[in-house]
């Protein structure tokens, strides 16, 4: 008998133990069942947000909208949120607090997904400041955003002065990888010029950071590293950023917002590699885009690898204002950077010290002027083999297979013997590795 009662208790302590099945969740614009199959879809995705366990799923149907008053949804827990049937499910605001948020993600929410949805932010507002699209707090890890869009929409009355779409609390993050995603009109024409400039993504303590293959258009600036601890082993691969506007009321680069690329703010960026980039200014977009930089750096960049990315239209490629931090250890080779036809400016403009050690080499500039201006440990920079020459692209059509490919000679012999310019895109092995944990993976197979 005592056997028989100890068989069942342990029993019963094993079905106790076994965790509850994550659940699927259906969210319809016109849904009025209880959510829980795709034929009984529920409309209140707040009301789902709360309900939901760890490991859930949320599908939201495609093309429907949902809107939701700022501050009014949050995630607590790791969740997978995605569309179902026909294109993108779209989450939007219908009200713009001061500081607030379409979208808050806690600590508890560390390995949500977000794949094939719209986050579009409206700019309903009347003045509001420091609106974002998807806020992480504090240490906030693991986090996927993949194949979404993120769209900013002037309306009418609307004054945006906002922040950028996905902002990170100043605390650590690890492990977030953006991949495949389409940000759209990240910027605000004030109508004496494009004087309302705000980053794409804003990433504090980021280790690591993976942003890679995404489109951005009509925007001023990709990606601000800014406060918290250090970012540290950052990859910014075979992204295509177009009409990149930047602060019309710039000095010669003294100050203000970059545009571009990266911003490089408080507490500098440790370790990073960025390639195989494009950002296009291209007509009918010159005009506009005379007073931005691919790269500022604000702070200390050490340990950086900037290699075949193709920018055209700049008004410099790297602006170095970093204070008593030295940039050290930046390899910069086998670039293209084309300068806006009615402004040339130096290659590198640096305020103030500039790169301590690294290298500048086989990088295609016009019609830049390039070195002139700078403050470099030359000593310690290896300079070299920087031709300044038209790379006579094949086309300047982005919807081209040719698009920015140079055919001058001296594009197919760079540093290492490597092409010069975005001309490669990120290796498929290294995408997986990033991105799904396959090189992890593989490696521990052949141990």
């Known amino acids: 008998m005592k056997a028989i009662r100890l068989t069942f208790i342990l029993a019963l302590a094993l079905l106790l133990a076994v965790p509850a099945f994550a659940r699927d969740w259906y969210v319809s614009a016109v849904g009025t069942g209880d959510g829980l199959t795709s034929g009984s879809p529920t409309q209140d995705l707040a009301a789902v947000l709360n309900a939901v366990a760890a490991n859930?799923?949320?599908?939201?149907?495609?093309?429907?909208?949902?809107?939701?008053?700022?501050n009014s949804l949050t995630a607590n827990v790791t969740l997978t949120i995605q569309s179902y049937g026909t294109g993108q499910g779209i989450v939007s605001n219908t009200t713009t607090p001061v500081n607030g948020q379409l979208l808050n993600l806690t600590s508890g929410a560390s390995g949500t997904t977000f794949d094939n949805i719209e986050l579009r932010y409206n700019d309903l507002n009347l003045g509001a400041q420091g609106y974002r699209t998807i806020y992480l707090g504090s240490l906030v890890s693991n986090i996927t955003i993949k194949n979404c869009t993120f769209r900013h929409f002037d309306w009418p009355g609307g004054h945006w002065n906002g922040n950028a779409f996905i902002v990170m609390h100043n605390s650590a993050h690890t492990n977030m990888t953006i991949i495949n995603s389409l940000f759209r009109d990240l910027r605000y024409s004030g109508g004496a010029g494009y004087d309302y400039r705000h980053p794409t993504i804003t990433a504090m303590g980021c280790v690591p950071l993976r942003l890679i293959n995404n489109t951005v258009s009509n925007y001023e600036g990709f990606?601000?590293?800014?406060?918290?601890?250090?970012n540290r082993d950052v990859m910014v691969l075979s992204n295509k950023l177009y009409r990149c506007y930047g602060a019309i009321n710039w000095q010669k680069f003294e100050g203000g917002t970059a545009g571009g690329l990266v911003k490089v703010g408080y507490q500098g960026l440790a370790g990073g590699e960025f390639a195989w980039n494009i950002i296009y200014n291209g007509f009918p977009d010159m005009t506009n885009s005379t007073r931005?930089?691919?790269?500022?750096?604000?702070?200390?960049?050490?340990?950086?690898?900037?290699?075949?990315?193709?920018f055209y239209g700049l008004g410099a490629a790297c602006l170095i204002n970093s204070g008593a931090e030295i940039v050290q250890t930046l390899d910069w080779y086998n670039n293209?950077?084309?300068?806006?036809n009615a402004n040339a400016q130096t290659g590198f403009w640096s305020v103030v010290n500039g790169i301590g050690s690294g290298i500048v080499y086989s990088n295609i500039w016009d019609p830049f002027q390039a070195f002139t201006n700078q403050f470099y440990g030359t000593s310690t920079v290896f300079i070299a083999s920087n031709p300044l020459l038209d790379p006579l692209f094949a086309s300047l059509d982005p919807g081209n297979s040719t698009f920015l490919r140079p055919t001058v000679a001296a594009a197919v012999h760079g540093y290492e013997d490597g092409f010069i310019g975005a001309v490669n895109p990120v290796p498929e092995p290294l995408l997986l590795g990033c991105c799904l944990g396959a090189v992890a993976l593989l490696r521990g197979r052949r141990r």
């Open 292 to 310: 931005y930089a691919a790269f500022m750096l604000d702070r200390g960049f050490n340990d950086g690898k900037i290699h075949n990315n193709t």
């Open 223 to 230: 990606v601000s590293f800014q406060g918290g601890p250090f």
């Open 56 to 70: 859930d799923a949320i599908y939201l149907n495609g093309g429907d909208g949902f809107g939701f008053a700022g």
């Open 336 to 340: 293209i950077l084309i300068a806006c």
